[in-house]
């Protein structure tokens, strides 16, 4: 089929549009506008394709349009900025699960492609499906519909005859081109299954390296995909999707460093204690909000460490009502973002943007852990493991050797927490059980609300 010079011309303004939306996502402040003028671009190269001559099956794409459409709208619009991390995920996944649908339908027409074309083809697709379901699996286990790990007997002996059957069936498909469909059905089942049973046995604490490296699945595919069809527009959103993807691996990398964590460890080792740990001693101790408000109130420095539990409570215009409080009294407030809080890359930055944090008072590990050892206080929000000690000197713990924020080295530390239960980990925090540490319970938002109260009172 040929394609119309302004057709082509309009693709080519599509992706440049996307090119400069990818750049001004690459800050917080710009980001927003970057997610705008991409978007523009996509409607660009939508419109642009009915404008082929010859176009086919005009009103199957219309109602695929309007559907999709639709529906990313209204969850667009109802989410909340708990949940995003799961839309992330099954969004990533409807990604992937394209880019295999383009390849099931490529196979199943039975057009003749080059050696190399047909290759990237069944690549594409395995990753595609992969993708597809894992995602699924990691959107079920965020959302809550999957509450705990499900792991096979001889779990990673049965990935790995999954992958070589895939991969075998996949060779076959290559060789015996154009493929019969038992071929065709039997490769993407097995693809489709093995997302699943890879993704099945990974707990929440791993989530947010899940996740990103599925976007990188997703990214890979739709690039070789868009490349098997020949398609100009395709192509190029593939190689953009494709380059994200490869940003995102490297990302992936960072954050499984952060963890002390291959990333085959975490897709193929459970997370548990190679031994009965350490002994904590000591107890955990109470304050009440007035104390806390009172010990912040009179400090220097404060350091805020916000994790999940800031984000389920949402609790992050309260902080920064707080914040502003304390810096209109005087006190210096920081922010320390570990790289795997929350439930997937950047989540604790974006609520803290939400609530209008600036972003000169948010710090990531590397930045601030020098800082805690002259900190008065230093505040945790619902976050746990990131912050445990233990990751430091217990050889037999299951974060041994994963960086983790110092804030026991402040002179106080106050932990607002929910209850006494352990992080994703399972291993108790150290930090709580020290003398600098109090414990007040209860959902971020109220308590942060009630510190607010005292805050005011104190003038």
């Known amino acids: 089929m040929t394609i119309p010079v302004y057709v082509q011309g309009a693709w080519f303004l599509g992706a440049a549009l996307f090119i400069f939306g990818l750049k001004g996502m690459s800050s917080p402040a710009s980001a927003r506008k970057g997610i705008i003028i991409a978007g523009y671009g996509m409607l660009v190269a939508i419109a642009a394709t009915f404008l082929i001559p010859g176009l086919q099956n005009i009103a199957l794409m219309a109602l ?11 969850s667009g619009k109802k989410v909340k900025m708990t949940d995003m991390p799961q839309m ?11 880019a295999a649908a383009i390849a099931a339908i490529e196979f199943a027409k039975g057009d003749a492609h080059s050696l190399a074309t047909t290759v990237l083809a069944v690549i594409g697709a395995l990753i595609g499906a992969v993708s597809f379901t894992g995602s699924c699996v990691a959107w079920a286990k965020l959302q809550g519909v999957l509450k705990k790990a499900h792991r096979l007997p001889a779990q990673n002996a049965v990935n790995i005859v999954l992958a070589l ?13 154009p493929a019969q469909p038992e071929l065709i059905f039997g490769f993407f089942a097995v693809a489709l299954v093995l997302g699943l049973i890879v993704t099945l046995p990974i707990g929440g604490a791993d989530m947010p390296v899940v996740i990103s490296l599925f976007n990188a699945f997703t990214g890979l595919a739709v690039g070789f995909e868009g490349y098997v069809l020949g398609n100009p527009a395709l192509i190029i959103a593939g190689i953009v999707v494709g380059a994200a993807g490869t940003l995102l691996t490297q990302l992936t990398q960072l954050m499984a460093k952060a963890m002390n964590r291959p990333i085959s460890n975490i897709l193929f080792t459970p997370m548990v204690a190679s031994g009965p740990g350490e002994a904590i001693s000591g107890s955990m101790k109470e304050l009440s909000a007035l104390d806390a408000a009172a010990m912040m109130r009179y400090a220097s420095k404060v350091i805020i460490v916000p994790g999940y539990g800031m984000a ?7 902080v920064w009502e707080m914040t502003s409080i304390l810096e209109e009294a005087g006190v210096e407030v920081k922010f320390a973002i570990h790289p795997v809080a929350g439930r997937m890359p950047g989540h604790m930055n974006v609520l803290l943007a939400e609530a209008g944090v600036p972003y000169d008072k948010i710090f990531d590990l590397e930045e601030i852990n020098g800082e805690f050892g ?17 990751a430091r000197t217990d050889k037999t713990s299951p974060i041994y050797g994963m960086p983790i924020l110092n804030a026991d080295m402040a002179q106080n530390v106050i932990v607002i927490k929910r209850g006494k239960g352990t992080g994703y980990s399972g291993v108790e925090n150290a930090l709580f059980y020290t003398d600098n540490c109090r414990m007040l319970y209860g959902d971020a938002q109220p308590m942060a609300g009630e510190i607010i109260q005292h805050l005011k009172a104190m003038g």
């Open 88 to 98: 992330v995920a099954i969004y990533n996944g409807m990604g992937g699960g394209a």
């Open 165 to 177: 059957i895939a991969i075998g069936l996949g060779g076959a498909m290559v060789v015996m081109a």
């Open 64 to 74: 695929a349009l309007a559907l999709g459409g639709s529906a990313a709208w209204i």
């Open 312 to 318: 389920v409570a949402h609790a992050q215009h309260k």
């Open 374 to 390: 002259q900190a008065d206080v230093a505040l945790i929000i619902g976050a746990n493991d990131v912050v445990n000690p233990s």
